[in-house]
Nanobody, 122 residues
Framework: QVKLVESGGGLVQNGGSLRLSCTASGRILIVDSMGWYRQAPGKQRELVATISRAGSITSADSVKDRFTISGDIVRRTVYLQMNSLKPEDTGDYYC????????????????WGQGTQVTVSS
């Protein structure tokens, strides 16, 4: 069993900051990447930012100048520092991990956390 546990969501005013954390645990051989997605009410889940084992980062254009992803993939932990938050950043934020559980030859599988709610008031 693989488990992703997120923390750090909450209510913040327009322009405020929050830091999300996620840790993966369980039957894990190697983590290939970790990241964050979000889903606003009535909208599809979208990429926020991901970081690979090699340190390569992908971020959505809407957050590039405001959010910073970091983490220690070897230790299975990823963070999302969110600054200058806007009401449109409101939503459920999900931790994502692509990892291999059994052998190095397997294709990575994708796992999701339960989500943490972020609300930005105007």
């Amino acid at each position: 069993q693989v488990k992703l546990v997120e923390s750090g969501g909450g209510l913040v005013q327009n322009g405020g900051s929050l830091r999300l954390s996620c840790t993966a645990s369980g039957r894990i051989l190697i983590v290939d990447s970790m990241g964050w997605y979000r889903q606003a009410p009535g909208k599809q889940r979208e990429l926020v930012a991901t970081i690979s084992r090699a340190g390569s980062i992908t971020s959505a254009d809407s957050v590039k100048d405001r959010f910073t992803i970091s983490g220690d993939i070897v230790r299975r932990t990823v963070y999302l520092q969110m600054n200058s938050l806007k009401p449109e950043d409101t939503g459920d934020y999900y931790c994502n991990a692509n990892l291999r559980a059994d052998t190095y030859y397997d294709r990575p599988k994708t796992y999701w956390g339960q989500g943490t709610q972020v609300t930005v008031s105007s």
